[in-house]
């Protein structure tokens, strides 16, 4: 295995072609044919995918792409996404990652903030972009297009490291998202951690993950797997039948996805653990985790020490804070304890509101301490700098630092409520206690009482008695909400849209 931690800046095309020169027949599984690389199939190698990604890149210049342009990659949620982009970079163009979920009116605002970008568009959104009224008819760009240009080879260009070269966007559980922008050296940083984390897994095995491909997890995962060599099974789709079929036909040494998705699979993981039993590794990205989440899928495997590494972080920061969990250390893990920093990389600290640091045991705004920090929300410079405090980046989250450094998530701060320490850490408890239940959202009612909203696994049925017998010695929760898993709103990285959730409320 490479193990060259050094510091590199991350020059997405760059660091595809090395990787597909040091090991060119790495394989990379695919669960779906890509419409922009329709030679690929359903099974590749870095060096064939390098080979392709090369003529989109001639074919994206043919179109009129060129250094310093921005194009919008506004497409079905396929790995031709990153492609795309790494396809990009060959250019020095600035890809800009943005999810299909997003309305025709959202990109409206991103072609006003972008100033004219291309928009590179696929069959799942191509009804979406022919409702964007406000940009140019020659810089709307369809994936059939490209592929009936001529591939007329062009060279290489590179922007400098410090400029604005990849972006990414907020999840919008807000409103209109902030475009997010990474440097080859912000995006290096990253990818030092990424690796540093990677050097723990024994073999060069398959990785097989369900990200989505425009949240920024994904670059850098795919850049550090790449740089490494290991072998690839990037998901697109997540139902429990393909799920387990893709796992049983390739089955991976590691496996990483949301973790509402990771909640969403945990009755998966109970009905077919054999097609988990591969499985040493599992990794949760940037979010928080119930215990009986982790269990459930350490349960599943057979392999030796199974490790649930959870991970903790941001977009605009990267990964940040982790902690390892075994079968044994579940057993008195308190699941809001999110971990320590990775070496001199990253850290947190807790502060005031006016980002004066608090004591350990405080509750307080959660603030991060990256390398790998943003260069600035894209034409909302403001935005971004109301939350920096000299190094250190206010990340919105409400928690504290205990005595021993181990930093504790217990809320967003919108989304404090007065009569509740922290809701994360009871929805936390009924997911655990209650199996029954695949979803807990906690929110605030009409009146600002603590409302939850929750979903019943399809296997299962509503066990009434067994729910109020669980709350009665928690904080007074107002009667719950059943919805289906699909009909509460999730982002595309499967964060639950609580302010929509209470608008909703307000408005019923």
Request: charged share 20%; proline share 6%.
């Amino acid at each position: 295995m490479l193990s060259d931690l050094t510091y590199q800046p991350l020059n997405l095309y760059s660091n595809y072609r090395d990787a597909a020169l040091a090991t060119p027949d790495t394989p990379i599984i695919l669960d779906q044919l890509l419409p922009a690389f329709p030679t690929l199939g359903y099974e590749t190698t870095y060096e064939l995918s390098h080979q392709e990604i090369l003529q989109r890149a001639y074919q994206l210049a043919q179109m009129g792409v060129k250094a310093g342009d921005k194009i919008v990659l506004y497409k079905s949620p396929k790995f031709d996404t990153y492609l795309l982009a790494v396809a990009a970079s060959y250019l020095a163009a600035v890809p800009v990652m943005v999810s299909y979920h997003l309305p025709y009116e959202t990109i409206e605002v991103f072609v006003d903030r972008l100033e004219q970008p291309y928009i590179l568009f696929d069959e799942e959104t191509e009804e979406k972009m022919a409702l964007v009224s406000n940009l140019s008819p020659e810089k709307k760009l369809s994936v059939r297009d490209l592929l009936l240009q001529p591939a007329v080879p062009v060279a290489q260009a590179t922007l400098d490291l410090d400029e604005i070269a990849y972006m990414t966007h907020t999840s919008g559980t807000t409103g209109i998202p902030k475009l997010i922008c990474h440097s080859a050296n912000s995006m290096g940083w990253r990818t030092k951690w990424q690796k540093t984390i990677f050097t723990k897994i024994a073999e060069l095995k398959l990785v097989a993950f369900h990200i989505s491909p425009v949240h920024s997890r994904f670059n850098i995962g795919i850049s550090s797997l790449m740089a490494m060599g290991f072998p690839m099974m990037p998901l697109a789709k997540a139902t429990r039948a393909h799920l387990v079929r893709m796992l049983k036909q390739y089955p991976p040494i590691a496996l990483e996805t949301h973790p509402n998705n990771f909640v969403q699979w945990t009755q998966v993981a109970r009905d077919y653990p054999e097609a988990f039993s591969s499985i040493r590794y599992y990794h949760s990205t940037f979010d928080a985790i119930n215990n009986q989440t982790m269990a459930t899928f350490l349960t599943a495997t057979k392999q030796p020490e199974p490790i649930f590494l959870q991970v903790y972080g941001q977009s605009e920061c990267g990964p940040m804070i982790l902690k390892a969990h075994t079968l044994d250390s579940l057993k008195d893990s308190n699941a809001r304890d999110m971990g320590v920093g990775l070496e001199e990389l990253t850290k947190a600290r807790i502060a005031d509101a006016d980002g004066q640091p608090l004591p350990e045991n405080t509750d307080g705004h959660i603030h991060f301490l990256s390398k790998g920090r943003a260069l600035t929300y894209y034409k909302e410079d403001t935005r971004f700098t109301e939350n920096v405090y000299d190094e250190w980046w206010d990340s919105g989250d409400w928690g504290m630092i205990d005595e021993h450094g181990h930093l504790f998530l217990k809320d967003r701060q919108v989304d404090l409520i007065d009569t509740i320490n922290s809701t994360l850490a009871i929805e936390d408890y009924l997911l655990d206690q209650l199996p029954f239940l695949e979803e807990v959202v906690i929110v605030r009612g009409k009146d600002n009482s603590p409302q939850p909203i929750i979903a019943v696994s399809p296997t299962h049925e509503m066990n009434w008695e067994a729910w109020w017998e669980q709350v009665h010695n928690l904080p007074r929760l107002n009667e719950p909400i059943i919805r289906k898993f699909e009909e509460i709103p999730h982002t595309a990285t499967m964060k639950v849209q609580r302010l929509q959730i209470e608008k909703e409320l307000k408005e019923s």
